[in-house]
């Protein structure tokens, strides 16, 4: 579903703060399964996590979803991607305080012009698969951590993305709650979706759910982790 080719990503090129964050990495993900980038901070897989969702560009290399090169697509037609085709879960959830879950959830969808009745019927479906229908008119700010999650999931697929990115999405729950996310994924494997999650927590790393692990040093794959 993504490939990508010698792809590096250096930071202030050309001057003296230069930092490459990853280095020609060549790495294939395929569709409908987990695939977790393992590491150390400051390994790349941040980096690499925010190229592979087209929220940044490299250096230079190339990346394709699926057929298609995403490059050196103009901005406009990489956002479009990204609202359409990507769905992100940030470390920090990045929800908006002082707006109920239900708005949170619905957000993403309303600049694709689709009915505001549909879109609310897919959130809805999905604050009840995701088991948040009670919070559906609570400020977001008055949740627990595993809750916050759990919206900032169904924000993430409220689009239909095919790839759902994670970014050390257990960094700040239990080992119980860390299950539950790692339950959620595995689910929406099930129901054909691709996603790839950055984390350093061993639990996620070695879930078994997860299908692929591609582990980082310093920018560069530490293993062969090239996927057919």
């Known amino acids: 579903m993504i490939r990508l080719?010698?792809?590096?990503?250096?930071?202030?090129?050309?001057?003296?703060r230069s930092h490459t964050a990853v280095d020609r990495v060549t790495l294939g993900i395929t569709g409908e399964r987990i695939t977790v980038l393992q590491g150390p901070?400051?390994?790349?897989?941040?980096?690499?996590?925010?190229?592979?969702?087209?929220?940044?560009?490299?250096?230079?290399?190339?990346?394709?979803?699926?057929?298609?090169?995403?490059?050196?697509?103009?901005?406009?037609?990489?956002?479009?991607?990204?609202?359409?085709?990507?769905?992100?879960?940030?470390?920090?959830?990045?929800?908006?305080?002082?707006?109920n879950v239900l708005e949170n959830v619905i957000l993403p969808a309303l600049p694709l012009g689709e009915p505001f009745k549909a879109v609310r019927r897919r959130a809805e479906e999905l604050m009840a698969?995701?088991?948040?229908?009670?919070?559906?008119?609570?400020?977001?700010?008055?949740?627990?951590?595993?809750?916050?999650?759990?919206?900032?999931?169904?924000?993430a697929l409220i689009n239909r993305p095919s790839l759902l990115i994670a970014d050390e999405p257990t960094a700040h729950l239990d080992s119980d709650l860390s299950e539950q996310f790692m339950a959620i994924v595995a689910d929406l494997?099930?129901?054909?979706?691709?996603?790839?999650?950055?984390?350093h927590d061993p639990m996620v790393?070695?879930?078994?759910?997860?299908?692929?692990?591609?582990?980082?040093?310093?920018?560069?794959?530490?293993?062969?982790a090239a996927v057919a």
């Open 205 to 224: 790393c070695r879930h078994r759910a997860v299908d692929t692990v591609v582990s980082l040093h310093d920018g560069r794959l530490a293993t062969d």
């Open 5 to 16: 080719n010698a792809v590096t990503k250096t930071y202030a090129a050309g001057s003296s």
């Open 41 to 99: 901070s400051g390994s790349g897989k941040t980096t690499l996590l925010s190229l592979i969702g087209g929220m940044a560009r490299p250096t230079s290399g190339r990346i394709f979803f699926g057929e298609r090169e995403i490059t050196s697509l103009p901005e406009r037609f990489l956002a479009e991607l990204r609202r359409r085709q990507v769905g992100f879960v940030f470390q920090n959830y990045h929800l908006i305080r002082g707006v």
């Open 129 to 155: 698969q995701l088991e948040i229908t009670r919070l559906a008119t609570l400020p977001v700010q008055h949740l627990s951590g595993g809750e916050q999650q759990r919206v900032a999931i169904a924000r």
């Open 189 to 199: 494997k099930e129901r054909g979706h691709t996603v790839v999650i950055a984390s």
